[in-house]
């Protein structure tokens, strides 16, 4: 069965502080991905990764940086979370061009 | 203007109703995805579509490429039916990466 998990379900952090969003995925897939999910703006893009050590900005990459060191795990960071970063943070993966799994999202607050 | 457009953005519907939500779009696309999120929940890809019709259970999709639309139809809804419906196309940019463009939803509640 199709899996990918993120590292958080809710999580609480204080202007300034360095964040780390994690996602695993367990299908060997070569793309992952990093969304928010904010209402009345539907899911946007941060950042993708096509390949191991590869990534790409999305559309919205500001504010955020990733890492794909090993080919199931897909990291977001948040260098000086700021309150506009309180969000739903969303991870999926997928084959070279198919359908996305995503995973059970992270909701952050950041006070 | 959005390049991903979806109707209505809430609709409500009694048990039992059919239900129709669309999805126009302005881009090229290899292929459109209808997605399911249910509240506090992970989203769910219901379809990939990239021509005609597909029917899964009680859901069907259709797409029109010429017309750049697609609908979502629920035959006899159920509560249980109750989540948001997003829209979301492979728009063809030329990459081999499946980047998506998504609608911003359709919320959709069942009433028993």
């Known amino acids: 069965d199709v899996k990918v998990t993120q590292s958080s379900r809710y999580l609480v952090k204080r202007t300034g502080e360095k964040v780390f969003l994690e996602c695993v995925q367990d299908?060997?897939?070569?793309?992952m991905f990093w969304y928010r999910q904010d209402p009345g703006l539907g899911l946007r893009l941060i950042y993708f990764?096509?390949?191991?050590?590869?990534?790409e900005k999305g559309d919205i990459p500001e504010g955020y940086s990733v890492s794909r060191e090993k080919k199931e795990r897909f990291s977001l960071i948040l260098e000086s979370a700021s309150t506009n970063q309180t969000s739903m943070y969303l991870c999926?993966?997928?084959?070279?061009?198919?359908?996305?799994?995503f995973g059970p999202g992270t909701r952050l607050t950041v006070l | 203007k959005n390049e991903v457009e979806q109707s209505p953005q809430n609709l409500t519907a009694q048990e039992g109703e059919f239900i129709t939500i669309n999805c126009s779009y302005s881009?090229?696309?290899?292929?459109l995805h209808w997605l399911q999120q249910h509240p506090g929940g992970g989203i769910v890809s219901l379809f990939m579509l990239s021509s005609g019709k597909k029917k899964h259970g009680r859901l069907i999709a259709t797409i029109n490429i010429q017309e750049k639309h697609s609908s979502l139809h629920i035959t006899a809804s159920h509560p249980r039916d109750s989540a948001v419906y997003i829209c979301?196309?492979?728009?063809?940019?030329?990459?081999?990466?499946?980047?998506?463009?998504f609608g911003t939803g359709t919320l959709l509640a069942v009433q028993p």
């Open positions: 990764s096509y390949d191991v050590k590869m990534k």
């Open positions: 999926a993966s997928s084959a070279e061009v198919d359908t996305q799994y």
């Open positions: 299908m060997d897939h070569e793309n």
């Open positions: 979301a196309v492979t728009a063809n940019y030329g990459g081999a990466t499946n980047k998506l463009i």
């Open positions: 881009v090229g696309i290899s292929a």
